[in-house]
Nanobody, 119 residues
Framework: QVQLVESGGGLVQSVGSLRLSCSPS????????VDWFRQAPGKGRQFVAA????????YYAKSVKGRFTISSDSASNTVYLLMNSLKPEDTAVYYC????????????WGQGTQVTVSS
């Protein structure tokens, strides 16, 4: 059973930075698109960013563009989300998810990692 393992969440002050990591156990990300989502208390799940493992194409939500950077590292088989200039409204549980590039359904989800930004 493939699992996505996330790490890097925590408590940070406003305008601080955090880097989240997402790695699959039992396989590589080859052929996948990896997304980051977030869900704040009482709110729905929100798309944050995505990266295509094969060509490195990236996509961002308007709310994070210019502050967050998604990247991939083939040597460690890891997708990163570097979050700069964090705001209290970025507080949420962050999830990574992976789907085959040809699919619209996500094959794998992570367990989530809490990010809390204090003002």
């Amino acid at each position: 059973q493939v699992q996505l393992v996330e790490s890097g969440g925590g408590l940070v002050q406003s305008v601080g930075s955090l880097r989240l990591s997402c790695s699959p156990s039992g396989r590589t990300f080859s052929g996948f698109v990896v997304d980051w989502f977030r869900q704040a208390p009482g709110k729905g799940r929100q798309f944050v960013a995505a990266i295509s493992w094969s060509d490195g194409s990236t996509y961002y939500a308007k709310s994070v563009k210019g502050r967050f950077t998604i990247s991939s590292d083939s040597a460690s088989n890891t997708v990163y989300l570097l979050m700069n200039s964090l705001k209290p409204e970025d507080t949420a549980v962050y999830y990574c998810a992976a789907r085959l590039k040809s699919d619209s359904e996500y094959a794998y989800w992570g367990q989530g990692t809490q990010v809390t930004v204090s003002s």
